[in-house]
C-alpha cells in the first residue's frame, strides 16, 4: 500500500516521528505490530525496513499512524528526508502485538533509546483501558544526547532516566535502574514489565523478572528479509518449555527439531512480541 | 498483430502458461503469498527446500543487507517431507498452477527416498533438486561441486520418478557447462540457475561476521545478476534441454535479458521479498514489452543475443 506522508519531523539529534495518513486501510495496526517500509526507489538500499507502531491518531474521518525512528543508515537517512505530501510503501500491520492485561495496577516500561518506539503504543492503551494504572518509564541511552521524548513520556507516567555515563539521570543501565527500584521498594514487586532494547538488556531484564516474580513482554528486532514469513531470516531460539499461546495471538511459524529440544521462531510472524521467559537469549546471544 | 502474445512454454514434461515462477526459498510454502497475489496466474510455483527430517536451519543473525544484495545463511529450515504433505500440501488443491518441489538431502539416499516419496504425489508436477547441500558422506562438501556426485545423484533421481527434474546448478564451481552437461547426460529435464553463491560480510567493530556463527550466506538480489546472466549464457550454449535464469530479476527487462542469452523460463527470488507481486507485475511487463515489439511468441526471444 501507498500511504501519504503527514509529518516528518526532527524530534532531536537523529530521531524522527513520521506520520502516514492510513486513513485508506481497512486494517489498524495493535500496539506492539509494525510496517514494513521501502526505504529507498533504488536497489541499494535493497530490503525493506521494519517500524513498530509508535502511536495511532484516530481523528474525524482520518487515522494518523505515528513511527518513531532513529538514522541509523542509509534506508532511515532516505526516510528522514521524506516531505509532507510524498507518498511511502509500506507493507503491513505485521506480527503479534503485546497482550494487553485487564486490571494491573502497576507497569514499568524499559526501554532504550528508540526502543520507545512500541512502548508508547502499549501506554496509550494501557491508560485507555483503564485510568489508574500507575506506569513507571525507565528511558535512557549512552549519554544525555541520546536521552529523548522526556516531555512526551512524562504524558504517560513518572518517568526515571537512565545513562551509562551518569550525564543525566541514574548513573548505570537500564536493569540496574529497575533493580535499584525494585530493591528499593520504589517499585513493588510483581509489576507488569514491558521493554524494548538491545538484547543483552533484555537478557539482564529476564533475570531481574524470573527473580521477581514479574510478568514481562518485550517487543524484539533483528534483521528482515520480508516482513511476512517467507525468507526465514529472521529466527531466533526459544526455550521449549516455556512457549506460550495466548490470545489473540498465536505463533504460526514455529519449526521444531524432529526430537523436540530445539524450537526456532520468526520474529516478523511469531513475534516481535515474546514473553520475556520464551526467548532463549544464550543461545541468540552465542 | 491478432491477440495476446504467446507466453506459453514446455520445460520437461511441464506446460506452464508463462515463463515466470518464484525461486525455491524466497516463496515459503506458497501460501504466504496469498494476500499479495493469485498463485494460478504464475508459470509455476516453486516451494522452499524439503527434507526428509525436518530442520530447525541457522543459527540467529542469519540475514544482513550488502550493497544491492541480500546475504542469509538460512540452513534450510523446513517442516520436514511428511509435515509437508500433510499440511502444505493439500493448500494446493484446487490452485491451478503446476508446483514444483524443491528437495534437499545429505546423502544420494536422501534424494532418491525424497524423490521416490514425491513420485507417488499427484499434485506434485516437478522436482527440482538442491545440490547444494552438504553431503555428510563426504565430509560436508557440496553436492553440486562434484562432477561424479552429480551424476550419481541425478541418474539415481531420475530412476525413480517420471516427474520433471530440474537440477539448480551453483556458481561455485571452476567450469559451470562440464556439470550442465553431466545432468543432461543423466537425464535431467532441466537445468535452473544459479543456486546463491556463497559470501562473507564483516563488522569492522567487532571483527566479527554481521552472520554471527554462521559466518558465510548466500549472496542473492541484483548483486549477483550480471554474473548469474554470464553462467546462463554459457550453460544454454552447451545443453539442449530447457535452462531457466535465476539472479537478481526485479523487472520485465531483467528476465528479459535472461531470455535473450538463452532462458527458457526465470525465477524471481528475492526481490519477491521487497515487492511480493513482482512476478505478477513481470508477467504483465513481458506481455507489454511483446505486443509493443510485435512478437508473436516470446519463444522467439530465447537465445537471441547477438
Same mark, same amino acid.
Given at each position: 500500500?501507498?500511504?501519504?506522508?503527514?509529518?516528518?519531523?526532527?524530534?532531536?539529534?537523529?530521531?524522527?516521528?513520521?506520520?502516514?495518513?492510513?486513513?485508506?486501510?481497512?486494517? *489498524?495496526?495493535?500496539?506492539?505490530?509494525?510496517?514494513?517500509?521501502?526505504?529507498?526507489?533504488?536497489?541499494?538500499?535493497?530490503?525493506?525496513?521494519?517500524?513498530?507502531?509508535?502511536?495511532? #491518531?484516530?481523528?474525524?474521518?482520518?487515522?494518523?499512524?505515528?513511527?518513531?525512528?532513529?538514522?541509523?543508515?542509509?534506508?532511515?537517512?532516505?526516510?528522514?528526508?521524506?516531505?509532507?505530501?510524498?507518498?511511502?510503501?509500506? #507493507?503491513?500491520?505485521?506480527?503479534?502485538?503485546?497482550? =494487553?492485561?485487564?486490571? %494491573?495496577?502497576?507497569?514499568?516500561? =524499559?526501554?532504550?533509546?528508540?526502543?520507545?518506539?512500541?512502548?508508547?503504543?502499549?501506554?496509550?492503551?494501557?491508560?485507555?483501558?483503564?485510568?489508574?494504572?500507575?506506569?513507571?518509564?525507565?528511558?535512557?541511552?549512552?549519554?544525555?544526547?541520546?536521552?529523548?521524548?522526556?516531555?512526551?513520556?512524562?504524558?504517560?507516567?513518572?518517568?526515571?532516566?537512565?545513562?551509562?555515563?551518569?550525564?543525566?539521570?541514574?548513573?548505570?543501565?537500564?536493569?540496574?535502574?529497575?533493580?535499584?527500584?525494585?530493591?528499593?521498594?520504589?517499585?513493588?514487586?510483581?509489576?507488569?514489565?514491558?521493554?524494548?532494547?538491545?538484547?543483552?538488556?533484555?537478557?539482564?531484564?529476564?533475570?531481574?523478572?524470573?527473580?521477581?516474580?514479574?510478568?514481562?513482554?518485550?517487543?524484539?528486532?533483528?534483521?528482515?528479509?520480508?516482513?511476512?514469513?517467507?525468507?526465514?531470516?529472521?529466527?531466533?531460539?526459544?526455550?521449549?518449555?516455556?512457549?506460550?499461546?495466548?490470545?489473540?495471538?498465536?505463533?504460526?511459524?514455529?519449526?521444531?527439531?524432529?526430537?523436540?529440544?530445539?524450537?526456532?521462531?520468526?520474529?516478523?510472524?511469531?513475534?516481535?512480541?515474546?514473553?520475556?521467559?520464551?526467548?532463549?537469549?544464550?543461545?541468540?546471544?552465542? | 498483430?491478432?491477440?495476446?502474445?504467446?507466453?506459453?512454454?514446455?520445460?520437461?514434461?511441464?506446460?506452464?502458461?508463462?515463463?515466470?515462477?518464484?525461486?525455491?526459498?524466497?516463496?515459503?510454502?506458497?501460501?504466504?503469498?496469498?494476500?499479495?497475489?493469485?498463485?494460478?496466474?504464475?508459470?509455476?510455483?516453486?516451494?522452499?527446500?524439503?527434507?526428509?527430517?525436518?530442520?530447525?536451519?541457522?543459527?540467529?543473525?542469519?540475514?544482513?543487507?550488502?550493497?544491492?544484495?541480500?546475504?542469509?545463511?538460512?540452513?534450510?529450515?523446513?517442516?520436514?517431507?511428511?509435515?509437508?504433505?500433510?499440511?502444505? *500440501?493439500?493448500?494446493?488443491?484446487?490452485?491451478?498452477?503446476?508446483?514444483?518441489?524443491?528437495?534437499?538431502?545429505?546423502?544420494?539416499?536422501?534424494?532418491?527416498?525424497?524423490?521416490?516419496?514425491?513420485?507417488?504425489?499427484?499434485?506434485?508436477?516437478?522436482?527440482?533438486?538442491?545440490?547444494?547441500?552438504?553431503? =555428510?558422506?563426504?565430509?560436508?562438501?557440496?553436492?553440486?561441486?562434484?562432477?561424479?556426485?552429480?551424476?550419481?545423484?541425478?541418474?539415481? %533421481?531420475?530412476?525413480?520418478?517420471?516427474?520433471?527434474?530440474?537440477?539448480?546448478?551453483?556458481?561455485?564451481?571452476?567450469?559451470?557447462?562440464?556439470?550442465?552437461?553431466?545432468?543432461?547426460?543423466?537425464?535431467?529435464?532441466?537445468?535452473?540457475?544459479?543456486?546463491?553463491?556463497?559470501?562473507?560480510?564483516?563488522? %569492522?567493530?567487532?571483527?566479527?561476521?554481521?552472520?554471527?556463527?554462521?559466518?558465510?550466506?548466500?549472496?542473492?538480489?541484483?548483486?549477483?545478476?550480471?554474473?548469474? *546472466?554470464?553462467?546462463?549464457?554459457?550453460?544454454?550454449?552447451?545443453?539442449?534441454?530447457?535452462?531457466?535464469?535465476?539472479?537478481?530479476?526485479?523487472?520485465?527487462?531483467?528476465?528479459?535479458?535472461?531470455?535473450?542469452?538463452?532462458?527458457?523460463?526465470?525465477?524471481?527470488?528475492?526481490?519477491?521479498?521487497?515487492?511480493?507481486?513482482?512476478? #505478477?507485475?513481470?508477467?504483465?511487463?513481458?506481455?507489454?514489452?511483446?505486443?509493443?515489439?510485435?512478437?508473436?511468441?516470446?519463444?522467439?526471444?530465447?537465445?537471441? *543475443?547477438?
Amino acid at each position: 500500500m501507498m500511504y501519504p506522508v503527514l509529518e516528518n519531523k526532527n524530534m532531536s539529534a537523529g530521531c524522527y516521528r513520521l506520520a502516514l495518513d492510513i486513513s485508506a486501510d481497512s486494517r *489498524l495496526p495493535l500496539p506492539g505490530q509494525f510496517y514494513n517500509i521501502r526505504c529507498g526507489e533504488t536497489k541499494d538500499p535493497l530490503l525493506r525496513r521494519p517500524f513498530s507502531m509508535h502511536r495511532l #491518531i484516530k481523528t474525524k474521518g482520518s487515522m494518523r499512524l505515528e513511527i518513531l525512528y532513529r538514522v541509523v543508515g542509509k534506508g532511515t537517512e532516505w526516510l528522514s528526508r521524506r516531505k509532507k505530501a510524498q507518498r511511502l510503501d509500506a #507493507i503491513g500491520p505485521l506480527g503479534n502485538g503485546f497482550l =494487553v492485561p485487564e486490571g %494491573v495496577q502497576d507497569v514499568a516500561m =524499559v526501554a532504550r533509546g528508540i526502543g520507545i518506539a512500541p512502548l508508547y503504543a502499549l501506554g496509550e492503551a494501557l491508560r485507555t483501558k483503564n485510568l489508574e494504572v500507575n506506569i513507571h518509564v525507565l528511558m535512557g541511552a549512552r549519554y544525555a544526547d541520546r536521552v529523548f521524548y522526556e516531555e512526551e513520556l512524562k504524558k504517560l507516567g513518572e518517568v526515571y532516566l537512565y545513562t551509562d555515563d551518569g550525564s543525566v539521570g541514574y548513573h548505570g543501565r537500564a536493569p540496574q535502574l529497575l533493580l535499584h527500584l525494585l530493591e528499593s521498594n520504589r517499585l513493588p514487586r510483581g509489576l507488569d514489565l514491558y521493554a524494548c532494547g538491545p538484547i543483552p538488556m533484555l537478557k539482564e531484564l529476564a533475570q531481574i523478572a524470573e527473580r521477581f516474580t514479574c510478568p514481562g513482554q518485550v517487543a524484539l528486532e533483528t534483521h528482515m528479509g520480508c516482513g511476512f514469513g517467507a525468507c526465514l531470516s529472521c529466527a531466533i531460539p526459544l526455550k521449549a518449555e516455556a512457549i506460550q499461546d495466548r490470545e489473540p495471538w498465536q505463533k504460526p511459524a514455529l519449526q521444531w527439531s524432529d526430537d523436540g529440544s530445539t524450537v526456532y521462531s520468526l520474529i516478523c510472524k511469531d513475534g516481535p512480541v515474546y514473553d520475556i521467559l520464551e526467548v532463549d537469549w544464550d543461545e541468540w546471544l552465542a | 498483430m491478432n491477440g495476446s502474445p504467446d507466453l506459453s512454454v514446455q520445460i520437461g514434461g511441464l506446460q506452464l502458461k508463462n515463463p515466470v515462477m518464484p525461486a525455491s526459498g524466497t516463496f515459503g510454502y506458497g501460501e504466504e503469498y496469498t494476500d499479495f497475489l493469485d498463485l494460478s496466474r504464475l508459470g509455476a510455483v516453486i516451494v522452499k527446500t524439503i527434507t526428509l527430517k525436518p530442520r530447525t536451519g541457522s543459527y540467529p543473525h542469519r540475514s544482513t543487507e550488502v550493497a544491492s544484495g541480500f546475504l542469509a545463511s538460512i540452513g534450510l529450515q523446513n517442516v520436514g517431507v511428511e509435515h509437508f504433505l500433510r499440511e502444505k *500440501l493439500p493448500y494446493f488443491d484446487g490452485i491451478d498452477v503446476p508446483l514444483i518441489v524443491n528437495i534437499g538431502g545429505q546423502s544420494v539416499e536422501e534424494y532418491v527416498a525424497l524423490a521416490t516419496i514425491m513420485n507417488a504425489q499427484r499434485r506434485v508436477n516437478a522436482l527440482e533438486l538442491n545440490i547444494s547441500c552438504p553431503n =555428510v558422506s563426504k565430509g560436508g562438501m557440496h553436492f553440486g561441486i562434484d562432477p561424479e556426485v552429480t551424476r550419481e545423484l541425478v541418474t539415481r %533421481v531420475r530412476a525413480v520418478t517420471e516427474k520433471t527434474v530440474i537440477v539448480k546448478l551453483t556458481p561455485m564451481v571452476s567450469d559451470i557447462r562440464l556439470f550442465a552437461e553431466v545432468c543432461q547426460e543423466a537425464g535431467a529435464d532441466s537445468l535452473s540457475l544459479i543456486n546463491a553463491p556463497l559470501g562473507m560480510s564483516v563488522d %569492522v567493530k567487532t571483527r566479527r561476521s554481521k552472520l554471527g556463527r554462521n559466518m558465510k550466506g548466500g549472496l542473492t538480489g541484483p548483486a549477483i545478476k550480471p554474473l548469474a *546472466l554470464y553462467l546462463v549464457h554459457q550453460v544454454s550454449k552447451s545443453v539442449d534441454i530447457p535452462v531457466i535464469g535465476i539472479g537478481g530479476i526485479s523487472s520485465p527487462e531483467d528476465a528479459l535479458e535472461f531470455f535473450i542469452v538463452g532462458a527458457s523460463a526465470v525465477q524471481v527470488g528475492t526481490w519477491n521479498f521487497i515487492n511480493p507481486r513482482i512476478t #505478477i507485475e513481470i508477467i504483465q511487463g513481458l506481455h507489454e514489452y511483446l505486443s509493443e515489439h510485435k512478437i508473436r511468441a516470446f519463444r522467439e526471444l530465447v537465445g537471441t *543475443l547477438l
